[in-house]
């Protein structure tokens, strides 16, 4: 008797056709065309020394995005995101406040973010409870432990060395965030792509409980990418208190929509099961590209919020509409 063996694709059906398939491509294409654009717009642009600012737009969400887009093909979700990195920022600022030097308070701000990860997949693995619940409830926890902490103040006077991680440049115009956004998601693409830990991800999101009666050790993975979205919260808290050079416990407010609009937009399924590496890439300095060029014709940030907001509406609801449509043309 021969056993039939299923593939397990990285990406769901796309529905732009054979012409199309490639979501990365189309993602490439409306890159290309937003980088036009903007050229166009504005005659600043194209300036080496403004692209590289460009790259803050998107960098430290970008990293918290990488984890996020596992954690999605997982079919978990992580809401709590931008409150770990605030709480990770505020404990930043209260071991500088100590005396404590720049290696140290790299290590607090991911240990931190390490630690609250880890909380948020004690209580979805351990508990059973869902993760959209516990990250709602983490969200506040956590942003709410950063007021308690700093109040209304805010934590200035880091070191001197700290502000490399968020402000120097490793050469030329290439800035050290960029660099570490480009390693990682390499880091990460190959963890998802190239290994079975990536590989049973997406069994995982396709069949929870089929992957436990295959093997899968289904709340070990699961707490891993809490984890890892934990960490990477704290490394880029590390960058954006480096970059702004103070603490506020209001920081990063929004970043959790705009992580997640980037892993949607990239063709990760909200649902779960499938999604790529480049294509979070590719979404992530869409949004970049977008942001930054709204800055440069000085558009408020309110519309900006408006736009992130209505590209995750629209992301979310277009292919199950193509379906819909399609499925009456075939009748």
């Known amino acids: 008797m021969s056993i039939e063996t299923r593939h397990i694709p990285d990406r769901l059906d796309q529905p732009l056709g054979a012409a199309l398939r490639s979501w990365e491509m189309l993602l490439l294409v409306v890159a290309i065309g937003v980088f036009i654009f903007n050229s166009l717009a504005s005659p600043h642009f194209l300036d080496v020394w403004t692209l590289s600012d460009m790259t803050y737009n998107f960098t430290e969400k970008a990293l918290i995005a990488l984890p996020m887009a596992l954690l999605i093909i997982a079919g978990e979700i992580d809401l709590s995101v931008a409150a770990t990195l605030a709480l990770s920022s505020t404990l930043m600022g209260l071991a500088m406040t100590f005396g404590f030097g720049t290696p140290a308070l790299v290590v607090v701000g991911v240990v931190v973010g390490l630690a609250c990860g880890a909380f948020n997949g004690l209580l979805v693995t351990g508990l059973n409870l869902p993760s959209i619940v516990v990250t709602i409830g983490t969200m506040s926890l956590f942003r709410g432990l950063a007021f308690i902490i700093l109040g209304d103040h805010v934590y200035k006077g880091y070191p001197a060395s700290f502000d490399f991680f968020g402000q120097g440049y490793v050469f030329w115009v290439i800035s050290f965030e960029l660099t570490l956004f480009l390693i990682f998601a390499v880091i990460f693409g190959f963890l998802l792509h190239f290994t079975s830990f990536g590989r049973r991800l997406y069994f995982v999101g396709r069949n929870p409980v089929a992957s436990l009666f295959s093997g899968?050790?289904?709340?070990?993975?699961?707490?891993?990418?809490?984890?890892?979205?934990?960490?990477?919260?704290?490394?880029?808290?590390?960058?954006?208190?480096?970059?702004?050079?103070?603490?506020?416990?209001?920081?990063?407010?929004?970043?959790?929509?705009?992580?997640?609009?980037?892993?949607?937009?990239?063709?990760?399924?909200?649902?779960?099961?499938?999604?790529?590496?480049p294509g979070v890439v590719l979404a992530a300095l869409i949004m970049g590209l977008v942001t930054f060029g709204f800055g440069l014709l000085n558009v408020p940030g309110i519309v900006m919020s408006i736009f992130v907001g209505a590209m995750l509406i629209v992301v979310i609801a277009f292919p199950i509409l193509w379906k819909r449509f399609m499925w009456v043309l075939k009748k």
Do not use: D, H, W, Y
Not at 228 to 256: C, D, K, N, Y
Not at 259 to 270: R, Y
């Open 216 to 277: 899968v050790n289904v709340k070990r993975e699961k707490f891993i990418l809490f984890c890892l979205t934990g960490v990477m919260s704290g490394v880029a808290a590390v960058l954006l208190t480096s970059r702004l050079g103070s603490t506020r416990p209001s920081i990063a407010q929004g970043f959790e929509l705009e992580a997640i609009t980037m892993v949607v937009l990239g063709g990760v399924a909200i649902t779960g099961g499938a999604g790529t590496i």
